[in-house]
């Protein structure tokens, strides 16, 4: 709960993607769709939250170890953010495909 509390209190892209869950998880839950397809919702937006946590870890492992401009550290921190992009990209399109009628 703490690693919870600290990404709420340090992390705006965090915060944001909470509150976009907290949207969706119940949109997800009321949707006139099957229950496989609320499992694909509602995981594909727990999916983000989860990267987007090992992302922030990431970054304050990285930030920690040196506050100097290196390019191994711009490297990791470039990736882990390009999880976060693929994970939304993901929810985008399951969401998309739930929502057109074929999930």
């Known amino acids: 709960m703490q690693g919870l509390r600290a ?3 340090h992390e ?3 915060r944001q993607e909470l509150i976009v869950a907290a949207i969706a ?3 997800a839950l009321f949707l ?3 229950l496989p397809s609320k499992a694909l919702l509602i995981s594909s937006i727990l999916l983000v939250l989860i990267v987007e946590l ?3 870890a990431i970054e304050a492992s990285v930030d920690h170890t040196s506050q100097e401009i290196d390019p191994l550290a711009k490297r990791a921190k470039d990736i882990a953010s390009a999880a976060v992009f693929l ?3 993901n929810a985008a399109i399951v969401w998309s ?3 057109l009628g074929f999930g």
Do not use: G, M
């Open 7 to 9: 990404a709420w209190q």
């Open 12 to 14: 705006d892209a965090f």
């Open 25 to 27: 998880l119940p949109v």
């Open 32 to 34: 006139p769709t099957s």
């Open 54 to 56: 090992i992302n922030s």
């Open 87 to 89: 994970s939304i990209v």
């Open 97 to 99: 495909l739930v929502l």
